[in-house]
């Protein structure tokens, strides 16, 4: 075995692997072709003479040489970004901490909660990024983040079965509401009846996998007619605000609309509840993410005490 000779390229792409669970999305997520993530893959496991993934049918899963690399890669990886912030004048790592949140926490929560620690703690240096929920998990789980906001829907089961357990804490429970054009006939009233949905056209927020009806109202009795597909949730709303169709949004997300949207609670079925959670491994964390975590819940605090709409 001769790590030594394994380049910041293969851990890049083993800690992609790795928190996105498949080669296919960890090439997306980088922007390599499948092929040269497989090359790379082949490569550190020949250096450290040892299977570092499961190949499973549901994509991979770090291994327990996986895990000890993994922890010690991100080490190395973290370095080489640390010199590079402290030679571009940036903040060193004595108090950084890394934060992973799935998409429509970046609209209101997270933008909220590091202005306030601007202000109230402007030595320590957050370093962010968006992702799924699944893929955030996996990040927690390989050490590549600290923390992460994580949203949960019913039945509220735990975000993996790995143990230990990860450490969650819920930081707001509120209603799914719907984003509707405000020329449409269904934004003249406080709310929108649940029957009043057949028939509607769906914004969705993505084409693949599970997520494929992200944006059409829960439950519905029919088949949605999806007319429009789109990744960012400013897309989604101007295409609301054009007319162009429905989408659920999170009741937090109401000041954050453009111009053109209504936004508003669903009435005459089950109520649509969605938690965000704050999660982290279950060990004693450090100052720096003790920090993050308080202005995460004081931020989280503030947009639960908006009206609903």
Known sequence: MDF????LTALRVFRAVAEQGTFTAAAVSLGYTQSAVS???????????????????????????????????????????????ELSGLPGPGGTVRL??????GTTLVPQALAALRRSDPGLHV????GGTPALVRALRAGSIDLALLASAPPFRAPDTESPPLALQTLTERA???????????????????????????????S???????GVWPGLDERPEIVHTARDWLAKLHLVAAGCGLTTV???????????????????????????????????????VVRLAAALRAAALATDTVPDP
Do not use: N
């Not at 030594?4 to 380049?7: A, E, F, G, H, W």
């Open 4 to 7: 030594t000779d394994v380049s």
């Open 39 to 85: 090359r790379q893959m082949a490569s550190i496991e020949r250096a450290t003479g040892a299977e570092l993934l499961e190949r499973r049918r549901d994509g991979v899963r770090l291994t327990a040489a996986g895990r000890v690399v993994m922890r010690r890669a991100t080490v190395v990886l973290d370095e080489i970004e640390a010199t590079a912030r």
């Open 100 to 105: 992973g949140w799935f998409p429509s926490a």
């Open 127 to 130: 370093i962010s990024r968006e």
């Open 176 to 206: 799914l509401c719907l984003a509707v054009p405000a020329a449409h006939p269904l934004a003249r009233g406080g709310f929108v009846d649940v029957a009043d949905l057949r028939g509607q056209r769906w914004i969705v927020g993505s």
């Open 208 to 214: 693949s996998g599970a997520d494929g009806l992200m």
């Open 250 to 288: 999170p009741a937090a997300m109401a000041t954050a609309v453009p111009p053109g949207v209504r936004v508003l609670p669903v009435r005459g079925g089950p109520q649509e509840l969605r938690r965000v959670l704050l999660a982290r491994l279950p060990q004693p964390p450090g100052e720096p």
